[in-house]
Nanobody, 121 residues
């Protein structure tokens, strides 16, 4: 059973930064995605990265502020979040998919438990 464990969430002021980490079991050939779900909203994919790390995609709402990366030697995927706003407040999840390039929630097979990110002054 694949296990994903997120960390790095917390409370940050508007304009601040956070880096989320996702430790995986080491299946480096999988597409990885970062999703978020705010209260009362549907879960959305904010970023995804290819198995080798050369291909990434971002949601329009985070493009230019968030950066997804991975270190396959450490079995870890990262989400660097800059210029955070209160609208970024959500539970953030990492997920794993065998479908290359997808940002569709139903094409991700394994999920972490989520980490809370709160942006507030």
């Amino acid at each position: 059973q694949e296990q994903l464990v997120e960390s790095g969430g917390g409370l940050v002021q508007p304009g601040g930064s956070l880096r989320l980490s996702c430790a995986t079991s080491g299946r480096a050939f999988y597409n990885m995605g970062w999703f978020r779900q705010a209260p009362g909203k549907e879960r959305e994919c904010v970023a995804r990265i290819s198995p080798g790390g050369s291909s990434t995609n971002y949601a329009r709402s985070v493009k230019g502020r968030f950066t997804v990366s991975r270190d396959n030697a450490k079995n870890t995927v990262y989400l660097q979040m800059n210029s955070l706003t209160p609208e970024d407040t959500a539970v953030y999840y990492c997920a794993e998919s065998s479908w290359f390039g997808t940002m569709r929630e139903n094409e991700y097979e394994y999920w972490g438990q989520g980490t809370q990110v709160t942006v507030s002054s």
